[in-house]
């Protein structure tokens, strides 16, 4: 089993920046692939990021440029910096991690651990 936590969420204004970090503990051997997943109110949750086993990250095309996901000193351990945050970006972070060793982007169901869920929100 694997405990995803993640950190650094709160309030900035709109051009400010963020990072957040996920930190998994527990069979943290077992992951492969990590991502970041929003979900702001009255929508679906859709993927951010996504940091690979082959150590490529991967970006939905509205935060490219702006966002950027990496991978921690330690397994398990995974960064999403934020930049020129823009009141669209409001929404709730998720990580997640899932035991697929692949390139391609996984589906959400292919996901077996989340974390909490952190708050971003940016005011303009």
């Known amino acids: 089993q694997v405990r995803l936590v993640e950190s650094g969420g709160g309030l900035v204004q709109a051009g400010g920046s963020l990072r957040l970090a996920c930190t998994a503990s527990?069979?943290?051997?077992?992951?492969?692939?990590m991502a970041w997943y929003r979900q702001a109110p009255g929508k679906q949750r859709e993927l951010v990021a996504t940091?690979?086993?082959?150590?490529?990250?991967n970006y939905v095309d509205s935060v490219k440029g702006r966002f950027t996901v990496s991978r921690g000193p330690a397994k398990g351990t995974v960064y999403l910096e934020m930049n020129s945050l823009k009141s669209e970006d409001t929404a709730v972070y998720f990580c997640?991690?899932?035991?697929?060793?692949?390139?391609?982007?996984?589906?959400?169901?292919?996901?077996?651990?989340w974390g909490q869920g952190t708050q971003v929100t940016v005011s303009s």
């Open positions: 940091w690979t086993a082959s150590g490529s990250p």
């Open positions: 997640a991690a899932s035991t697929v060793l692949t390139t391609r982007t996984l589906r959400l169901n292919e996901y077996d651990f």
């Open positions: 527990g069979s943290i051997f077992s992951i492969n692939t």
